[in-house]
């Protein structure tokens, strides 16, 4: 695997595609783990058109050896760097016949473990007694999130629908997208195949026209403490 050519991928555009980190066994096993769960806790979100979990490697811990493989903690220490945690992690279901979709955005928030008053930190929100707040940039561009797809999905099933090079323009308002000069780009990814990407890259997705599921675990990586007593609401060290 050229390690070096992700990593200039997700510096030029944004993100990257890399397949086959799951083989098809362990696809069915994560799911499996995930269909043997209690599904009444206020972590989990189930409507018609999504089905999620929030803080899915803390609520449903059975899952973290499968997720951390040897594929998926070679690609993290070689394109992130050996410092690298998880901070967040969500599980999203999005149903063959799923009206959901997203219109472009960047990744603004973290999730934290209180709301405390500090400098470069705000706006704040709070669901279900969690607290997410935006950050220091710095903080955001220091960022890595990493999709794994659990379900073959291209642009007819939500596929993500990116800007290349987005990422790097700090703060970038959806509404002020100049379509003269940007591009979009689908991402279409294999079952088993992850997206790496950069949570200020504008993303977003269609909904489900081809009557096929898509499933996604999201994750966060940063290789930062929090300032002023401050943490991560979720902070998990994969090993080595």
Request: aromatic share 10%; glycine share 6%.
């Amino acid at each position: 695997m050229n390690f070096q050519n992700h990593k200039n991928l997700i510096k030029e555009n944004g993100f990257t595609v890399i397949d086959n980190i799951f083989s098809d066994e362990e696809i069915q096993q994560i799911g499996t783990v995930i269909q043997n769960i209690d599904t009444s806790k206020e972590t989990f979100r189930k409507s018609q058109d999504l089905f999620a979990i929030r803080q899915f490697l803390k609520e449903i811990p059975g899952v973290r050896n499968l997720i951390f493989n040897e594929k998926m903690k070679t690609v993290i220490r070689e394109i992130f760097g050996n410092r690298y945690f998880a901070v967040k992690s969500i599980y999203f279901d999005k149903p063959e016949t799923s009206n959901w979709y997203v219109v472009y955005h960047q990744d603004l928030t973290i999730s934290v473990d209180q709301k405390k008053p500090l400098e470069g930190f705000g706006p704040w929100t709070t669901k279900q007694n969690q607290f997410a707040v935006q950050p220091p940039l710095e903080v955001l561009e220091n960022i890595y999130t990493i999709r794994i797809h659990l379900d073959d999905t291209d642009e007819n099933n939500g596929a993500l629908k990116v800007v290349p090079g987005s990422h790097a323009k700090g703060i970038y308002r959806p509404e002020t997208i100049d379509w003269t000069t940007e591009t979009e780009a689908i991402c279409p990814i294999e079952s088993g195949g992850i997206m790496i990407m950069k949570p200020l890259i504008l993303h977003g997705s269609n909904r489900t026209t081809n009557g096929k599921r898509r499933r996604v675990i999201h994750i966060e990586f940063s290789d930062r403490e929090l300032p002023d007593g401050l943490n991560w609401a979720e902070k998990i060290v994969f090993g080595d």
